[in-house]
């Protein structure tokens, strides 16, 4: 079985890869990931996943390298992760009441071949009061997720619905569309 390496650090991303069953290692990306001028959500999240698997697999020949990244899209404008409470307080309540587009992109490459694949997840949140925000904020510390929020916890009492293909995309990992990839680059994967 070819070498498998996850090019991120996300405690999410790993959980969700080792339900696969399969062999892997973590190493952490070096990309800058500020989006470019006038960019767009879906391509930001394109870019970020191929150039994590990029750099990794330059680092690690031979093994096949996943890079992944999530961009929550608030009417086409990309929210990042929000890094600090005040900023995911902001986040959070500028999403109140709205639909939000999660794109998350994968990257599966190898010594210059590559395999991509892209999910779209869509969150209504129902209408969110201040108080209720700032006691999420305080309970989950989401300032590492894009969106700040954790759909896995407490988060998805945030929402009136989720619109997606695959539940794991959320998470920050599509497994559907990743189990595909592998297949292709000659993977078992049941």
């Given amino acids: 079985m070819p070498a498998l390496v996850l090019a991120s650090t996300s405690r999410y991303r790993r959980d969700l890869l080792e339900r696969l069953g ?3 290692d973590c190493a952490r990306p070096q990309v800058d990931e500020t989006p470019h001028a006038n960019e767009a959500p879906l391509a930001l999240a ?3 996943a191929s150039a994590k698997a990029a750099d990794v697999a330059a680092r690690h020949p031979g093994s096949w390298v996943i890079g992944s990244d999530q961009v ?7 929210l990042g992760k ?3 409470v005040e900023a995911a307080c902001a986040q959070l309540a500028a999403m109140s009441g709205q639909t939000v587009r999660f794109h998350t992109a994968i990257s599966l ?4 071949e590559s395999f991509t694949a892209m999910d779209l997840t869509q969150v209504r949140f129902r209408t969110l009061q ?3 925000i700032a006691r999420y904020v305080a309970i989950e510390q989401p300032l590492d997720c894009a969106g700040s929020f954790k759909c896995e916890g407490l988060g998805i009492s945030l929402f009136d619905a ?3 293909r695959d539940p794991t995309a959320l998470i920050g990992l ?8 592998l297949r292709r680059a000659g993977f078992s994967v049941p």
């Fill in 82 to 84: 929000p890094g600090t």
């Fill in 162 to 164: 989720i619109d997606n």
């Fill in 130 to 132: 201040a108080p209720e």
């Fill in 109 to 112: 490459t190898r010594d210059g």
């Fill in 46 to 48: 394109a870019r970020l």
């Fill in 22 to 24: 399969l062999p892997f």
């Fill in 72 to 78: 929550a899209d608030l009417n086409g404008q990309p």
């Fill in 174 to 181: 599509p497994l559907i569309a990743l189990c595909g990839l």
